[in-house]
């Protein structure tokens, strides 16, 4: 792994008796990376962290490799932040609000027109850019959001449940947008409960769980699996019993079997089967696993 | 030439240019906070009460001149029947007081109703930063209600003088830098402990109602105090918030004064301790309320 951006050693975060945080260890690199995890299982407390907003109880944290707790205004110029609940100003057009925000990152007066009228054209809400944003409807606020957490270039954008209260249509945009910061140069942190929109936009998922890690890896590693998934024509229970006398670990759904195998090569198995038993096929491919199964079997064992 | 369009996706491009850190981030909340008081780039009811107040603490000193100008004899001297500096103070030292009740929760609650502190919390400003520049930019307002006022004054009554302007200038500059420095004593009187209920309430309504009752009851109950009779009563006129300016104001110009403290025998010195210590209570408080969020 070159560089992580993000690291952390023993860290923990209690409100009072409650532990929101407790013992993450994590080494996170560049790209985009997904923070999964139920509702309060840590994130948004994770990410207030890394900006310095709240101080860890235990264990340390750096961001681009400045500690939380001495270089949070360093690292607060480095970074932008699109929260979970309201952040504008309803009685602002989205233009100066967005403006403002590039100011408040450091960014002088003239740039920060110019880039604010960028990053609202990017966002998609060029033609409602001197609306009030208390007349915009929820799609468009999570928009202006995400163009107040973008307009001073940060190199890392921490993006708490950006889908939230979205329509399909608005939560497919406002993926397509996350998934397009990467190629601007932008790290991108993206928190979600919902696994599905971190699988279509990151390369880096860390999994948290009552305050704990269950997985940190790459995406590619995480869902792919040994196992292979075969949709066959004929009997799939003759074909199962097949594999079985080969030393195969079969299940059995409807026409569609899973096929295990230790010491073998299962696609060789597979083939010899279906040679042998003279059953056709559908398909034949390695199966992926989804964060969901992951998630869970990682929260039924405990963690790693 | 062709008649046929293209457009042309410029893409993202990233800021190379200078980036100002926390100055220039204390910088915009100035400048932001200056535009929420005035109610500028805000719809338009919003900045009917500020224009308004501001037009109602200009009218005296319009008023001041422009006699002077019709009467031809006129001097800002305190015995004249129109007043002058001191007088004046008076006047829109009330409208200040009116305008921060009014202006201080605007500054202050909607950021944290509408949850806009953690943009500021993702930016290079610390606590202390935010609540510095939003003070700044309300009691630079509150100062400008003042200053402007005194200013036109000076001048108007320098240019209406017998004497040459320099000369007159010259000579009225005593009462006029007097005029400034009780001036800042009003800032800091009502101008400051305005943004204390902005603090802790989540409407503006209730906030400037609280602040516009306590200094506009703070002297009935102090007096009820004082003339309560138990041994220590006497004391019970420091509460008169709504007086200790205007103790000031007279100790800098050298004037009689009758209101509550200086008729309770406190020394003039006592009211501008009182003024300093209940704004820095309500910096400390403000640092504390703000720490815990940004």
Known sequence: ?304 | MTDRGAVFDLGYKPHDGERLGTPGAFRATVKDGLRRVLGLRRKARKKILPFFLLGVALLPAVVFVGLAFFLGEFSPDVESPFGGYEQYLGLAGTVLLIFSGLAAPELLVPDRVEGVLSVYSSRPLRARDYIGARATALLGVVAAFLVIPNLLMWIGFAALGEGAFPTEAIDGFGDFARSLAASVVYVLGYGVPAMLPAIYTKRTAPASGAYLAIMFFSVPIASALVESGFSASRWGALLALLQHPHVVRDWIFGSFNSDLPTVSQFEPWVSLAVILVVAGLTVILGMRRYRREM
């Open chain 1, 1 to 304: 792994m070159s560089d992580p951006i993000i690291a952390t050693t023993g860290l923990g975060h209690a409100y009072g008796s409650v532990v929101a945080l407790h013992g993450v260890d994590l080494e996170v690199p560049a790209g985009r990376i997904g923070l999964v995890g139920a509702n309060g299982a840590g994130k948004t407390t994770f990410i207030k962290i890394l900006l310095g907003i709240l101080d860890p109880t235990v264990g340390d944290a750096s961001v681009f490799g400045d500690d939380v707790r001495t270089s949070a205004i360093g690292i607060r110029s480095r970074v932008g932040y699109m929260p979970e609940g309201s952040c504008l100003p309803l009685s602002q057009t989205a233009a100066d609000f967005v403006v403002y925000a590039a100011e408040l990152a450091g960014i002088p007066a003239k740039a920060a027109r110019q880039r604010g009228s960028d990053v609202l054209t990017l966002v998609g809400l060029h033609e409602e850019r001197f609306r009030y944003l208390g007349d915009f409807s929820t799609g468009m606020k999570q928009r202006a959001k995400l163009a107040q957490a973008i307009v001073h270039d940060p190199d890392l954008v921490f993006l708490d449940e950006p889908t939230a209260g979205l329509d399909p249509e608005g939560r497919e945009e406002m993926l397509d947008l996350i998934a397009r910061l990467g190629s601007f140069g932008i790290n991108v942190l993206v928190s979600s409960h919902v696994l599905t929109d971190i699988e279509r936009t990151c390369d880096w998922v860390v999994m948290l769980d009552g305050g704990k890690v269950l997985r940190n890896g790459p995406m590619t590693g995480l869902v792919e699996t040994d196992t292979v998934q075969v949709d066959v024509i004929g009997d799939p229970d003759a074909i199962a019993a097949d594999l079985s006398a080969r030393g195969a670990t079969v299940s059995v759904d409807g026409t569609t079997l899973l096929v295990q195998a230790s010491d073998q090569d299962p696609f060789d198995l597979v083939m010899a089967a279906l040679a042998d038993t003279g059953a056709g096929m559908r398909s034949l491919g390695a199966r992926s696993t989804s964060l969901e199964d992951l998630f869970l079997a990682g929260a039924e064992g405990g963690g790693e």
